[in-house]
């Protein structure tokens, strides 16, 4: 416990932090490119080679730590949202809602002065329908103050943001999925420029992977307010029927199906990873029911569309995974290999993990469930 409150105090306090106050309040932050962003912010780091995602791990805002501040960008370089999260459950645990309402209104009456304008208060907003403030600072240029609770009342997050999506800047027609679509010489063919979002040690694998599909296609989404929508918790994960029962009840702009697939045998979490070693020896490479999973990969990464994998990690050799030890997550099928015949996955681990590659049995063998996502 008293570790705990150490913690607390260390992450609402300044120690070195860079002020980001004054970034959401300049209206020129929204026309900075992704060429300009990290050198103007050097407390920005890119969490891609794309530089669709970059984040500070030590900026302020008005006086209290971020856990961490995040800015997105589109293919193209548009910054279409900035982020900064002084309190999130998933990464920081529980906080006692005296202590949450304390801060938070702390904060509201300095961003008020710090902006110069009184916030307008919104009742639903954003991909929650949660509670949030609004600071108008221009006649076009607004920031919010996003305060989060549970079904339970109990204190979820806290963050500031600012939003600067177009419909222009909407991935959603088939001629603009398909531009993302890459093919090399060895026979790979797989979605390029996908924003990675890093869902560090905590179980939001769900969360994490409907984000980085959501910003990808221009929709307005964050990890940490998916989780609280889906109940993810840092230590059991995220129930995936709630997240997608979320998703379906259009609280972001994402339409989601099944794609329907044969297993194997059985869903693999009832198994063990021996037994699926065991099928990965005794199963055809002729099987059907595989020859249709591959067939539907294919089917949608021609269009330019990533697939929502859930699966069983653990039952063969990866990177990042333990192998023997067998547990759910989800990911993204990116890509196939029809030479090779082989998947190509990304994770939502940060650097290193934007493609990696499968032989198609593997894959198939340890799928639970595919989804097919797109923007509405």
């Known amino acids: 416990m008293k570790l705990l409150f150490n913690i607390y105090i260390l992450l609402f306090s300044v120690v070195n932090a860079a002020e980001i106050e004054s970034l959401f309040k300049d209206p020129n932050t929204a026309t900075l490119a992704s060429s300009q962003f990290v050198d103007s912010n050097k ?38 949202r900035l982020d900064s999260w002084i309190y999130n459950k998933g990464d920081q645990g529980e906080k006692s809602s005296d202590e949450f309402e304390k801060i938070y209104k702390d904060l509201l009456n300095k961003l008020s002065a710090h902006f110069g304008v009184k916030p307008k208060r919104f009742a639903k907003d954003g991909a929650t329908r949660g509670l949030a403030y609004s ?41 603009k999925t398909k531009a993302f679509i890459k093919k090399t010489s060895t026979g790979d063919v797989y979605i390029d420029m996908i924003p990675m979002i890093d869902q560090g040690e905590k179980g939001y694998c769900v969360p994490a992977t409907l984000t980085r599909i959501g910003q990808h296609y221009g929709v307005d989404v964050s990890m940490h307010e998916l989780a609280m929508v889906a109940h993810s918790s840092s230590e059991g994960g995220t129930s995936l029927r709630q997240a997608m029962d979320a998703v379906k009840k259009g609280r972001i702009a994402l339409s989601i199906r099944d794609i329907k697939v044969n297993y194997y045998d059985q869903i693999p979490y009832r198994v063990t990873a021996n037994e699926v070693k065991a099928w990965a020896r005794e199963i055809e490479d002729k099987n059907r029911d595989m020859a249709r ?3 539907e990969v294919i089917k949608r990464i021609d269009r330019g569309r990533m697939i929502a994998w859930s699966m069983m990690a653990g039952a063969f050799p990866e990177k990042g995974v333990l192998e023997g030890k067998m547990g759910g997550h989800m990911r993204m099928i990116i890509g196939y290999n029809s030479k090779t015949r082989e998947i190509l996955y990304s994770d939502s681990w940060g650097k290193g993990h934007e493609i990696k590659r499968w032989p198609l049995k593997y894959a198939y063998l340890v799928t639970t469930r595919l989804y097919d996502v797109v923007p509405k």
């Open 43 to 80: 407390d920005f780091v890119w969490k891609g080679d794309n530089k669709r995602v970059a984040i500070s791990k030590s900026s302020s805002v008005m006086g209290y730590n971020a856990y961490e501040s995040l800015a997105y960008f589109t293919a193209k370089g548009k910054l279409v």
């Open 135 to 175: 600071f108008m600072i221009t006649q076009k240029y607004e920031v919010r103050l996003l305060i989060g609770h549970d079904k339970k009342k109990k204190p979820s997050y806290l963050s500031l943001v600012m939003r600067n999506y177009a419909t222009s800047d909407r991935v959603n027609s088939e001629t």
């Open 293 to 295: 999973f591959e067939k």
